[in-house]
């Protein structure tokens, strides 16, 4: 382990020379954001208008929805990265007509050959 990476050890990582077993180290899971009906709709309308926040605007929004700027940051990029997603795969889908259509142009073709 290099010497910047020793001193980043998380609680899953026990430091190799210590005689501490599996069982004594406990995961801990970090609680999941529940966010209110008001907080998505807000944040949802101020993302259809901006997508990216500056500091002084997250922290304005955070402290109107009594959230941390940490959850404003992160519901704003994970918001980003679904648009791209659904943009891709509605750009990559092929409609079903035109694969029928196609299936149905191919069949043909070899009947009347």
Not at 40 to 60: G, P, V, W
């Amino acid at each position: 382990m290099s010497e910047n990476n020793a001193n980043r050890r998380t609680v899953e990582e026990p430091n190799r020379g210590s005689e501490t077993t599996g069982d004594e180290i406990t995961k801990q899971k970090r609680k999941r954001s529940r966010f209110s009906q008001f907080q998505l709709e807000y944040l949802e309308d101020i993302f259809s208008r901006q997508q990216y926040l500056t500091r002084d605007e997250r922290a304005l929004l955070a402290s109107a929805l009594e959230m941390k700027e940490l959850q404003i940051r992160n519901w704003f990029q994970n918001r980003r990265y679904l648009l791209r997603h659904r943009r891709v795969n509605r750009a990559t889908q092929v409609p079903a007509s035109v694969l029928v259509n196609s299936r149905t142009a191919h069949a043909s073709e070899g009947r009347w050959r």
